[in-house]
């Protein structure tokens, strides 16, 4: 669309919303600058320059279709389609799931919204190019909750029930991939997390979810909240399959400028060694004494816990009383960061990188006139980022940016006494799945990112690891390491999955 300069009142309208009191003689003189500047629109847009991301080679895949009720009993599934990896690659022959919040050229991506409805990207994901590269075959996009705003397993395309119970929901926003796998469906999937949308529904569903370093994988090509805690991660039956997708996804991405050297990796999974013995774990206190958190949940968890200690693991009490506030500063941060993504037209402005321009334009447009369709938990952070910027200028922002700093700092002083932090994932299983309840009322399901949102903030790896059932649904338990120490994490929950038998608990 070619760039038509502003009139005089286009920028007497834009200047009224900007605080700006402009004269005539300064809106002359704007004009006419402006019509010069509209050249530089133009060269700009004159390159467009091919797509291109992660990769140039051009694979033969279906477009994708939905697939009907019966084959999908607990609405994990957007579409299914099938795109070949690469022979010979580290994970050939693997059947992979996509979150449909992340970019498969040629496959319909609606993050779970009816807003993005019919929006197709011409790239793939990084990630999705590094699996198809190592071998696996993409075998389809996961239901996640609406534009990843809550996290019971609620999308635009209907609730994602529970494999253990279909009366229980999946937890999201990853609901989608942590049931395929569950179901073995697929052999790993890929999933997003801001706030634990990774960790929180593998825990709800019974399988492993892990959240990498802040930047150890490639968000590009991925739609998100925020860039500060936007984190994209494996999940799979085990912690050896989790790892081995790490290893291949993990690494520097070429079209991320704000990496300033290169991020270090590892092979993941050949660190697991499984000897609990050389664990060190601190036992987070605030992370099981939290209001209203369920006792089923917690005696499972210690009792995994105890397990590792019985098979030589060292643990002790720690308490950071920080962690009981840091959901507060998590819901200050992202209203504001989820305010600026909008503006900028599901992306954002000021970093970095590659931009998808594709979203952008298919984005812009469509919040514009299907608005009304967001939900409701997306509408109130808004809403209350928009209130807190206009009438206190980002102060509480600036604040909880400032708070995340020194929160940081206070894990790091645990985990200089220990390898390992200990919680349990979520403080409660999985919710019900009541059909009369509104998603108004649902607004007030905060408890579940407790422990987990914290560490999107930090940037600090954590896996949730599953540990045994309360009353049929499963527990997880999540370590949580030092940056860049994803192998540390790993290598304990492949620990926990050797002693601990998966043993149930009534609550």
């Known amino acids: 669309m070619p760039f038509r300069p502003p009139t005089k009142d286009d920028l007497r309208e834009l200047g009224r919303s900007l605080f700006l009191e402009l004269t005539d003689d300064e809106l002359d003189c704007f004009v006419e600058m402006a019509e010069r500047r509209a050249d530089a629109y133009d060269t700009v847009r004159s390159y467009n320059p091919e797509p291109r991301l992660g990769g140039r080679k051009r694979r033969e ?84 909750d609406d534009f990843a705003m809550t996290r019971t397993g609620y999308s635009a395309f209907g609730p994602i029930t529970n494999p253990h119970d279909d009366a229980f929901l999946a937890g999201g926003s990853s609901g989608g991939s942590a049931v395929v796998v569950a179901t073995g469906e697929a052999d790993a999937a890929i999933g997003s997390d801001q706030g634990g949308s990774v960790r929180i529904p593998a825990s709800l569903c019974g399988v492993v979810g892990h959240k990498p370093t802040y930047g150890l994988v490639p968000y590009t090509g991925c739609i ?49 060694d499984g000897d609990a013995a050389d664990l060190s774990i601190g036992v987070l206190q605030e992370g099981f004494d939290h209001p209203g958190a369920d006792a089923g949940v917690v005696k499972c968890v210690r009792n995994a816990l ?63 006139v299907q608005a009304n369709d967001f939900p409701a938990s997306l509408k109130l952070s808004l809403l209350v980022g928009a209130y807190a910027n206009e009438n206190y200028h980002s102060r509480y922002y600036a604040d909880g940016m400032n708070l995340v700093v020194e929160l940081t700092e206070r894990y790091d002083t645990l985990l200089a006494d220990h390898e390992l932090l200990a919680m349990p994932t979520t403080l409660g299983t999985a919710p019900e799945h009541d059909p009369e309840r509104d998603q108004y009322d649902r607004l007030q399901e905060a408890l579940v990112v407790a422990n987990t949102a914290p560490f999107n903030r930090t940037g600090h790896p954590a896996v949730s690891v599953p540990v045994g059932e309360v009353d049929g649904l499963p527990v997880g338990l999540m370590l949580v390491g030092s940056r860049f120490d994803d192998a540390t994490v790993l290598d304990a929950a492949s620990t926990v999955e050797s002693v601990v038998d998966g043993v149930g608990v009534r609550s």
């Open 61 to 144: 895949r279906t477009s994708g279709v939905r697939p009907a009720d019966t084959a999908d009993p607990h609405n994990a599934w957007v579409s299914r389609c099938q795109i070949a990896g690469d022979d010979g690659g580290k994970l050939d022959g693997m059947d992979v799931a996509i979150k449909d919040n992340v970019c498969v050229a040629g496959v319909e991506m609606t993050c779970g919204s009816h807003v993005v409805e019919g929006y197709v990207p011409d790239v793939d994901a990084t990630i999705v190019t590094r699996l198809l590269e190592a071998g696996t075959d993409i075998i389809g996009k996961t239901n996640m």
């Open 306 to 368: 105890e397990r590792l200690e019985a098979n030589g693991a060292s643990l002790e009490e720690v308490s950071e009383p920080m962690h009981l506030d840091a959901s507060d500063i998590q819901a200050v941060c992202t209203a504001e960061g989820l305010l600026d993504a909008m503006i900028g037209e599901g992306l954002g402005h000021g970093w970095k990188g590659w931009y998808n321009t594709s979203w952008i334009e298919f984005f812009g447009s469509a919040r514009r």
């Open 224 to 272: 998100g909240l925020a860039h500060s805690i936007d984190h994209p991660g494996p999940m799979g039956p085990d912690v050896e399959t989790v790892a081995r997708v790490l290893s291949v996804i993990a690494g520097s991405n070429e079209r991320d400028l704000r990496e300033p050297a290169p991020v270090p990796t590892e092979s993941y999974h050949e660190q697991l």
